[in-house]
């Protein structure tokens, strides 16, 4: 640590920095890619984009954990009785299930930070698929190794 002028410790800001623009959208859903931006090893936290196509909807799914989203293009929906549309933020609390559907005329980006897996779930609530921080670090370094690509270290803070 050391002292500021007046006695006052400062603090070195212990941080890391990740330019989206450098990073890949990687084929995920029909419909639907993503960006990886962080992926955290230790609590399961997924920091990603995800575009969509107009018209697509993601399976229903089930959150373990809380999701906080930013609409940053386009619009979607839960049906529920709003659109998000940019500038907006949805809170999702930990075990809601529900399918987004895009209801934009143009590509919907959205910024997530999700806490734990999504748990893909059929139409009797059984799970048919599990994504969480390892399935997307693995998605991630298939579609580097195919694409020529240099993945970068998105676990690393």
């Known amino acids: 640590m050391n002292e500021a002028l007046g006695g006052h410790p400062v603090h070195q800001a212990l941080a890391s920095?990740?330019?989206?623009?450098?990073?890949?959208?990687?084929?995920?859903?029909?419909?639907?890619?993503?960006?990886?931006?962080?992926?955290?090893?230790?609590?399961?936290?997924?920091?990603?984009?995800?575009?969509?196509?107009?018209?697509?909807?993601?399976q229903m799914h089930f959150h373990p954990g809380t999701v906080v989203v930013y609409t940053?293009?386009?619009?979607?929906t839960y049906d529920e009785g709003w659109v998000s549309e940019p500038g907006d933020v949805v809170f999702e609390v930990a075990g809601s299930t529900h399918s987004p559907r895009m209801v934009g005329k143009e590509d919907t980006?959205?910024?997530?930070?999700?806490?734990?897996?999504?748990?893909?779930?059929?139409?009797?609530?059984?799970?048919?698929?599990?994504?969480?921080?390892?399935?997307?670090?693995q998605r991630y370094h298939d579609h580097c190794a195919e694409n020529g690509l240099t993945p970068v270290d998105i676990t690393k803070f």
Do not use: C, M, Y
């Open 17 to 58: 920095h990740t330019n989206p623009k450098s990073l890949p959208w990687v084929p995920w859903a029909e419909g639907h890619s993503i960006k990886l931006i962080k992926l955290n090893p230790i609590t399961g936290q997924i920091i990603l984009f995800i575009r969509s196509v107009p018209g697509a909807a993601l």
């Open 109 to 137: 980006i959205v910024f997530a930070v999700i806490e734990g897996a999504l748990d893909f779930v059929d139409n009797a609530g059984h799970t048919i698929a599990t994504e969480n921080w390892q399935t997307f670090l």
């Open 72 to 76: 940053v293009q386009g619009a979607w």
